[in-house]
């Protein structure tokens, strides 16, 4: 392919994934209502619309024109700039994701990654961990104290869990030896038996509970326990500004749904008669109702409880996860 | 033409982001500063194909390092600006000016000098991750291991220093006393 080709196809697929994964960060939110709704035998929006479906543009219009408020004694070029560090790094870090297998259209093989770098796992993983500083930034710059509690539950909630994730995805990789999403995903073109979630259920379930911490999300959602700390961090937002904290959190459980399926569930490979491209939405998918259920059957826990699953019991066993994988694979 | 241009770009945000950490009186400005700058410098690793050094900045610099920065700010107010007590500007600056241009002469002589040559040098048909991974298990295989057990070391003595109370609830406790008041 000449440059030319090159940078046209890198602006268009840039430009396809920003519009498509931001439209289901939007629409992810009326999932989320709709879901939670019919878990606890409630109807969720039902006014705007067929079944409530245009309430995601009904929310969208509302927070568009809603008054964007600067709060007077705030640090106010971080305050302005700290959401927008948020929904960044959410959307670079897709950048490395290998989305759907590659296709051809108008005779054109479309390799559907923007950044095929072979360190792929690793600068996703790192992206999405310096997002922490918009949360940070937020609740520091917001001169109030639930946002300095926030910001303080930030760094320690998100710096514990890095670890978790780091450790229990070196078992893995010490499996495949790449780390590339592409080399993990045709280490399982084998079919269902060589997902690698069957040689490593624990690192598996390891690696989605952290994920849950470091995307924010119930259980573990104490960066903005309503019932603590009014809202945490984004207390002081308002406006576009707080959307965009929820447009980059929804569009890191779409890339940690990727991830789950594309290092343990078999990836973008075919599954059975499922064509390739349709089995990887489906598990991503499938992750994402996860990511709703556990929200609507397990309450809010303590922070202290948070620090004591991370450090005594998640860190050693991802440790002994990672001795005893090596000792398999040395007999 | 397009590496060109990346470099100019990175090379001036990170010089404008570490003057900003520098010259800035507001904690908070520098820490954003500092962190920003930190990253540009992984644009340089990418720019050489050392993909994995340039992860590996972002994530121990803005990950764990920033992070442990950021816990220090809590102890202050960052809305409000630091003064500095510096008796003698000029000689600070004259002597940090100074390190700073031995610094640079330090290390662009070689490079004018053309006396650089690599000892080790990358291995035809080896990834980025591999190649660091030669390295270090055979050159430098005493001291990555001395460092291995010098970090195990610090975890584990991190852990105890702060599981002591980790049993015991903060909540539950202060519930407890206040309780204890209520009934006295």
Redesign the interface.
């Known amino acids: 392919m000449t440059l030319t080709g090159f940078i046209i196809a890198t602006v268009i697929k840039i430009l396809v994934v920003l519009g498509v994964i931001s439209a289901l960060a939007g629409f992810g939110t009326y999932l989320e209502r709709k879901v939670l709704a019919f878990m606890q035998r409630r109807l969720g929006p039902m006014h705007v619309g067929p079944y409530g479906v245009l309430q995601v543009a009904a929310d969208g219009i509302k927070l568009f024109t809603k008054e964007d408020i600067v709060p007077q004694?705030?640090?106010k070029?971080?305050f302005k700039?700290a959401p927008i560090i948020g929904a960044a790094t959410a959307f670079i870090a897709l950048a490395a994701v290998p989305l759907l297998p590659e296709f051809e259209i108008f005779g054109i093989t479309i390799h559907p990654i923007i950044a095929d770098?072979?360190?792929g796992v690793?600068?996703v993983?790192?992206?999405m961990?310096?997002g922490?500083?918009a949360p940070?930034?937020a609740g520091?710059?917001s001169?109030n104290k639930w946002g300095?509690l926030g910001?303080?539950r930030t760094?320690i909630q998100?710096?514990s869990y890095?670890v978790v994730t780091g450790l229990s995805i070196l078992a893995p990789l010490m499996l495949v030896g790449?780390?590339s999403l592409i080399d993990i995903n045709n280490y399982q073109s084998g079919g269902f038996t060589d997902w690698i979630v069957w040689s490593q259920p624990v690192a598996f379930i390891l690696f989605l509970i952290a994920g849950f911490a470091e995307t924010n999300r119930t259980p573990f959602d104490l960066l903005e326990h309503e019932a603590e700390i009014v809202s945490g961090y984004a207390t002081e937002y308002s406006g576009m500004r707080w959307g965009m904290f929820f447009i980059g959190e929804y569009a890191n459980m779409i890339t940690l749904g990727f991830l789950a399926s594309l290092i343990f569930l078999g990836g973008f490979n075919d599954w059975g008669f499922i064509p390739g491209g349709l089995a990887i939405v489906l598990k991503v998918s499938f992750l994402f109702f996860f990511f709703l259920w556990t929200r609507a059957a397990w309450p809010h826990i303590?922070p202290?409880q948070l620090?004591?699953l991370c450090?005594?019991v998640l860190m050693p066993i991802a440790v002994i996860n990672v001795v005893v994988t090596g000792i398999v694979m040395m007999m | 033409m397009f590496e060109a241009m990346a470099f100019y770009f990175f090379s001036a945000v990170t010089i404008v982001m570490f003057w900003i950490t520098v010259t800035s009186k507001?904690a908070?400005?520098s820490m954003?500063a500092l962190?920003a700058g930190m990253?540009m410098i992984s644009g340089f690793f990418?720019l050489l194909d050392a993909?994995?050094l340039g992860?590996?900045q972002?994530?121990v610099y803005?990950?764990?390092v920033?992070?442990l920065y950021?816990?220090g700010?809590?102890f202050f107010d960052?809305?409000r600006e630091v003064k500095e007590n510096i008796r003698a500007p000029k000689l600070v600056f004259l002597l940090s000016g100074m390190t700073a241009l031995l610094l640079v002469i330090a290390f662009v002589a070689p490079i004018v000098g053309d006396h650089i040559e690599a000892l080790y040098p990358m291995v035809e048909g080896v990834?980025?991750?591999q190649a660091v991974g030669i390295v270090l298990f055979t050159k430098y295989l005493v001291p990555f291991e001395v460092a291995a057990v010098m970090l195990l070391v610090a975890m584990i003595a991190g852990?105890i220093l702060?599981?002591k109370k980790?049993d015991e609830?903060?909540?539950l406790k202060i519930d407890d006393e206040f309780q204890e008041k209520g009934v006295q």
């Open positions: 004694n705030s640090v070029p971080i700039i770098i072979n360190v690793l600068f993983l790192g992206v961990a310096s922490l500083f940070l930034l520091m710059a001169s300095m910001a303080a760094a998100l710096l890095e790449s780390l303590r202290d620090m004591w450090w005594k | 507001n908070l400005y954003s962190a990253i990418f993909d994995f992860v590996v972002i994530i803005t990950g764990a920033m992070a950021a816990f700010m809590m960052t809305t990834e980025n991750p852990i702060a599981g980790m609830s903060l909540t």
